[in-house]
């Protein structure tokens, strides 16, 4: 009875020892989550959680990586090979519409006429002046089905010109000032930082864009409703930890002086301070809107790639907390 009493005693003190040594941030179990992340400025919250300690708070261990597409991020989410994505919403509606069951659990970024983070580039010595003159040019896109593919239907459309008019050059984005700069394409379809490092780098100049009448709903954190519904709890903890970074990112002075030291915390998303200071920076807001869904569902329905609207509200986890 004794050297039970000895031994009891013996696990307390190992318990409490333990307790104590360890690291705050250790003493509870944190959660995985594997974050593709389209590497842009409108992932900035999902950057500033990292650096600011925001999901380490929730007790989350946020493994980011990069994907270069909406589409490709609704992919991996299918194959399991992440748990969320920072993706755009015209793939959540094409998904859905296939019978994928995906939806948005957190935030919308907001770009418009009063932003304009998508724009259309040319080389400097381009004779390109008006939208009709696209007609049979090389234009690089990153992928079909994203916001910079379905802006350029939407643009074309001004000047009586369809998608067939343009011969398409799949290109990721970084690749696209390289691409303008050796003339292998006429124009390109690019969004911040790239449109800023290359005109920084004078390589590149502004063209136009198409901007509806309504600032549009673009970017938003996707999940498969089935680890949405066997993960409350974490779903939870990433959007209060985003809150944060949505507040951070908000304020331009902060976001601009954390951008240029992304990669001492392991993202591959290399500002310069010059860049960092130059680059458009759009509005950031913690959830998707129903109308924010049907405006793009309008857009897809019109241009032949959405055969019937689905239910906007369907694509919206509505979670306790925002």
Do not use: W
């Amino acid at each position: 009875m004794k050297n039970l009493k000895f031994g009891l005693l013996f696990l307390v003190i190992i318990a409490a020892v333990i307790f104590f040594v360890l690291p705050e941030n250790e003493k509870s179990i944190q959660n995985t989550v594997r974050v593709g992340y389209l590497p842009s400025l409108a992932a900035s919250p999902l950057y500033a959680g990292i650096v600011n300690g925001y999901f380490k708070d929730e007790n989350l261990d946020v493994k980011i990586s990069e994907v270069y597409s909406g589409p490709e991020l609704v992919n991996a989410l299918q194959g399991k090979g992440i748990d969320i994505a920072f993706g755009i919403v015209p793939p959540l509606i094409m998904a859905r519409s296939k019978g994928i069951k995906i939806q948005s659990i957190y935030g919308a970024t907001v770009d418009g006429a009063h932003v304009k983070e998508h724009r259309i580039l040319l080389h400097p010595d381009s004779k390109i002046q008006k939208g009709s003159d696209l007609k049979g040019k090389k234009i690089a896109v990153v992928a079909e089905g994203t916001s910079d593919y379905f802006g350029l239907v939407q643009y074309l459309n001004k000047y009586d010109l369809t998608i067939d008019d343009v011969d398409i050059i799949k290109t990721p984005h970084p690749e696209m000032i390289f691409a303008i700069a050796s003339k292998s394409v006429d124009a390109a379809c690019s969004i911040e930082p790239f449109i800023s490092i290359g005109e920084i780098q004078k390589k590149v100049k502004v063209f136009d864009f198409y901007y509806p009448d309504n600032p549009t709903e673009i970017g938003t954190y996707l999940a498969n409703e089935s680890y949405i519904n066997n993960n409350p709890e974490i779903i939870r903890n990433f959007s209060r930890a985003l809150n944060k970074g949505i507040a951070f990112s908000n304020d331009h002075r902060k976001l601009r002086e954390l951008l240029p030291n992304l990669e001492a915390h392991g993202i591959k998303f290399k500002l310069s301070p010059e860049v960092a200071e130059k680059v458009t920076i759009m509005e950031f807001r913690n959830s998707l809107s129903s109308d924010g869904i049907q405006d793009i569902m309008n857009q897809l329905i019109n241009f032949g790639d959405l055969d019937s609207p689905i239910d906007a509200e369907s694509c919206i986890y509505k979670t306790v907390e925002k």
